[in-house]
């Protein structure tokens, strides 16, 4: 992946990630930015974006895992759409070590929440199971994180496995 796109990427990665912690919501702007970029990078730069069937496989994967984390109150619907257009704007063959760090990342995360969560409910969470309060616990660990701040760690380690700089 060239260094240049590496760094475009960063900083829409940057600026998503800061509305989404302000608003969580990520617009289907950004969608369409990403995808018109996959296309412009497949016409000018057909040595990096090869245009074929086996770039969408991954991609197609989080449209429909989304899917279901998002019927299941899991997932935002412009989670699941933003990181296929993501994942179109990395090369092939660099998709898999996104992944990688994409969950990597969101386990670290999303683990460190649980447990901070558990930390600042902890006599609520006493009360809830000594009463078998079922609505209570949900609503201690109901509550989503946005993502987009995951997904600019996990790019930030791609970039360091990668060696983009090099």
């Known amino acids: 992946m060239p260094w240049y796109i590496y760094s475009l990427v960063f900083l829409e ?4 990630a800061w509305i989404d912690f302000k608003t969580s919501i990520i617009s289907n ?11 412009l990078f497949s016409i000018f730069l057909p040595d990096v974006y090869v245009f074929g069937i ?11 895992v989304g899917y279901m ?3 299941l109150n ?6 699941s759409k933003y990181l296929f257009s993501l994942f179109i704007l990395i090369p092939y063959e660099s998709q898999d070590y996104m992944l990688y760090t994409l969950i990597y ?14 930390y600042q409910n902890i006599q ?6 000594e009463n078998k309060n079922v609505e ?9 994180f946005t993502y987009a701040p995951v997904i600019l760690l996990s790019w930030i380690w791609f970039g360091y496995l990668v060696r983009v700089w090099e």
Request: proline share 2%.
């Open 105 to 118: 990342s969101t386990v670290v995360v999303g683990g460190m929440s649980f447990f901070i969560n558990i």
């Open 74 to 79: 899991i997932m935002g619907a412009g989670d």
């Open 69 to 71: 984390l998002f019927t």
């Open 124 to 129: 609520k969470l006493k009360l809830a199971f």
């Open 29 to 39: 702007y950004w969608f369409l930015v990403n995808v018109l970029a996959f296309v």
């Open 136 to 144: 209570l616990i949900k609503g201690i660990f109901g509550k989503k």
């Open 13 to 16: 990665l940057a600026f998503v």
């Open 54 to 64: 086996k770039n969408f496989f991954l991609p197609l994967a989080f449209i429909f």
